[in-house]
């Protein structure tokens, strides 16, 4: 016979219900959840206003997933004991998971009357605000549990979360550890260590973590999956990548993230056909794009002969210069073009396209030009026009550059450059991305390439965007070498592509300037890490979109030494070439 049948309530009831109560708390503990509340019943059979009784009721209720109920019984025990801190905490979670926030913080207020370090109070109150969308707020609140309490493993766990969210990687590493330390079974804390892994380019740890959570699992932890195949593919294991978004597509054909993630790794082998379609995800991925609200039917691909069509911008400037080489394809067809996009490409592409109209834009949700253009027949993003018009190698024209620099700027630059002094003049641009970006993998430092600016018979020039000035002068104080930087002509992208023309030569990193160059059908050699975006392609040195760019890769991860001297043997050719 088992301890919860000899109570005996006749003695002394008082004191029996106390004990059936103690039981209850050591079997839910002990997650009996069954047993504890048939004690739990015979405790409020013999003492139905028993505010503990009353509390350990309604808890296991909500365990139970019985709101209504729970939440009686809990209002009944506060009524009965409302000094009791606990139940002012169960009746907030409750409220919390409705988003009856008000009453939710009300309850929390009176817990922290009663208690006022109490650290679950503290992050439930980071739990709300980060609900409401406040997550400065949220951070502050679980900040003020972890004063009370350092190892909550909860309130890290969701500060670490918070983090992510404000893009404070090297934070949200540093808390998501300890989480993990405190509480190495949550699946929160390792899911989030691991994206916090992935966004800090520590993909083998990133990895690690993942395969140990997904390890055994079918259907289950679909998302962990996705955050594995983002790990398989920044690892360079692209086979074990597309295999863990097929799974994921198996039983989520409408995870977002996972069809795009997977065209990413089509597309890099130049499977364009297979990859497009995939890559239309991009937009219904929640978090990564904005909604536009353009009201004109969506372009799939019909005749455009006689039709009018406005091309909306996305992404970045690299994005829209090479998804803006289908626009010649679209006046070809006998289409009025109307062209979104960003403004500091405006002056190029009104010269580049002089029969499309072409709009600044700065990517509202309503853009305010919708005004300007009247009734068009077809609207299309502009990374949907290549699943209609690049859908093989052979769609992509051999074409020596489709931008058009401004002819006096692209002068006044020769003439500045050539004021450099004799010599092969070299734009140079080694940092790229940002710390979401892959920044890590695709940049260099001016030491790094020390061995490409001690060739001779070169006259180097900034093609760097962002503050460089610092780098480069600390580069002439070490290696006495001089690096021409003109922020003017970076600041301005129609001064960018004119001096790009004004060159013989860009070397760069993986970044918006092989776009420029490319689409302005200039030589541009490119120092491609081993895991590249996909654009860049899996192998080869050529890149389909730009005849004019020649890749040199890394064979291995972080190597970058052999890719660095391929370069300067090439460009001690070049230079012997030209006499």
């Known amino acids: 016979m088992t301890r919860s049948t000899e109570h005996d309530l006749s003695a002394n009831p008082d004191a029996e219900v106390e004990r059936l109560l103690d039981d209850a708390e050591r079997l839910l503990l002990d997650g009996d ?175 690690e973590i993942m395969q140990k959570l997904t390890q055994g699992t079918s259907r289950s932890m679909l998302w962990q999956r996705v955050n594995l195949g983002t790990a398989y593919d920044h690892t360079g294991r692209f086979a074990e990548s597309e295999r863990t978004y097929d799974f994921v597509l198996r039983h989520e054909p409408n995870n977002f993230a996972a069809h795009w993630n997977r065209a990413h790794l089509v597309l890099a082998r130049h499977d364009f056909e297979h990859g497009w379609p995939d890559y239309r995800y991009r937009l219904q991925v929640e978090g990564a794009w904005a909604p536009r609200l353009i009201p004109f039917a969506p372009w799939k691909g019909e005749s455009l002969h006689g039709k009018t069509i406005v091309v909306s911008a996305e992404q970045g400037l690299g994005d829209q210069i090479m998804f803006a080489s289908c626009i010649p394809d679209l006046c070809e067809q006998g289409a009025s073009v109307v062209l979104e996009c960003d403004e500091r490409l405006s002056a190029l592409f009104r010269r580049s396209f002089p029969q499309v109209k072409v709009i600044p834009s700065r990517h509202e949700l309503e853009p305010r030009w919708l005004r300007e253009v009247g009734l068009l027949d077809y609207h299309a993003p502009a990374g949907n026009l290549p699943g209609f018009l690049r859908k093989r190698l052979d769609n992509f024209s051999r074409h020596e550059g489709y931008l058009r620099a401004d002819p006096a700027k692209v002068e006044a630059w020769r003439a500045r450059t050539a004021a450099l002094g004799a010599g092969l003049k ?81 070397i760069s990193v993986c970044t918006s300037v092989i776009h420029l160059n490319g689409a302005l059908g200039r030589p541009v050699w490119v120092m491609v890490p081993a895991v590249a975006e996909w654009r860049y392609g899996r192998r080869g040195e050529l890149m389909p979109w730009y005849p004019a760019v020649r890749l040199l890769r890394q064979s291995s991860r972080g190597d970058w030494a052999p890719v660095i001297a391929g370069v300067a043997s090439g460009l001690r050719r070049r230079v012997s070439e030209r006499g």
């Open 33 to 207: 959840a069954a047993q504890a509340q048939r004690l739990v019943r015979r405790a409020l059979e013999s003492r139905p206003d028993r505010a503990r009784a009353l509390f350990l009721a309604g808890r296991l209720e909500r365990l139970a997933g019985h709101h209504d109920a729970a939440l009686e019984l809990l209002e009944r025990a506060a009524d009965r004991d409302p000094a009791h801190v606990a139940t002012h905490l169960e009746i907030a979670f409750l409220h919390r998971r409705t988003r009856d926030f008000e009453r939710c913080l009300d309850e929390l207020s009176l817990a922290l009357y009663y208690d006022p370090d109490n650290t679950t109070a503290y992050t439930e109150l980071g739990a709300v605000h980060q609900m409401k969308g406040d997550v400065d707020g949220a951070i502050e609140y679980f900040k003020k549990a972890l004063e009370r309490d350092p190892g909550h493993a909860r309130a890290l766990t969701e500060l670490g979360l918070c983090y992510l969210q404000k893009e404070r990687f090297a934070d949200a590493l540093e808390v998501l550890e300890r989480a993990v330390e405190r509480d190495p079974y949550s699946i929160a804390a390792q899911n989030h260590l691991s994206f916090a892994c992935v966004r800090l380019e520590e993909y083998d740890r990133a990895l």
């Open 426 to 506: 070299v734009g140079l641009s080694w940092r790229g991305g940002t710390h979401t970006t892959r920044r890590q993998l695709r940049s260099l430092t001016l030491p790094d390439l020390l061995p490409i600016l001690r060739v001779p018979g070169c006259r180097f020039i900034s093609l760097q965007y962002g503050e460089a000035q610092a780098e480069l002068e600390r580069l002439r104080a070490a290696e006495g070498i001089e690096v021409a930087n003109w922020p003017q002509a970076i600041d301005d992208y129609d001064e960018t592509a004119a001096l790009c023309c004004a060159l013989d030569l860009t």
